[in-house]
């Protein structure tokens, strides 16, 4: 049964940092490319950043381009989100999501396959 859960997520004030967590399980992660995506209240949800099955390719969204960082430890069966100069609008609940994939990766939540539950990011001083 493919799983993943996240971790790492909480209230921060602006321009502070967090690191978000990805551990999964139930499938062969090399296998995989991995995205993070949001959802905002009111908003629909967006796709944040994503990476490869390898690790050789990352994706962002402008809205994170610089600020947010994505990395992987398939020995360990990990993904990561670094998340720094967070601002207000960062604020929603934030997913990792697997797509079976060998090459590239897309931050298109429709080519997704596994979906965790989420992890609430807050950013208020």
């Known amino acids: 049964q493919p799983l993943l859960v996240e971790s790492g997520g909480g209230l921060v004030q602006p321009g502070g940092s967090l690191r978000l967590s990805c551990a999964t399980s139930?499938?062969?992660?090399?296998?995989?490319?991995i995205g993070w995506f949001r959802q905002a209240p009111g908003k629909g949800r967006q796709g944040i950043a994503c990476?490869?099955?390898?690790?050789?390719?990352?994706n962002y969204a402008d809205s994170v381009k610089g600020r947010f960082t994505i990395s992987r430890d398939n020995a360990k069966n990990m993904v990561y989100l670094q998340m720094n100069s967070l601002k207000p609008e960062d604020t929603a609940v934030y997913s990792c999501?697997?797509?079976?994939?060998?090459?590239?990766?897309?931050?298109?939540?429709?080519?997704?396959?596994?979906w965790g539950q989420g992890t609430q990011v807050t950013v208020s001083s």
């Open positions: 990476i490869s099955a390898r690790g050789d390719m990352t």
């Open positions: 139930g499938f062969t992660l090399d296998d995989f490319a």
């Open positions: 999501a697997a797509e079976a994939a060998s090459e590239a990766c897309v931050r298109v939540d429709t080519m997704y396959d596994y």
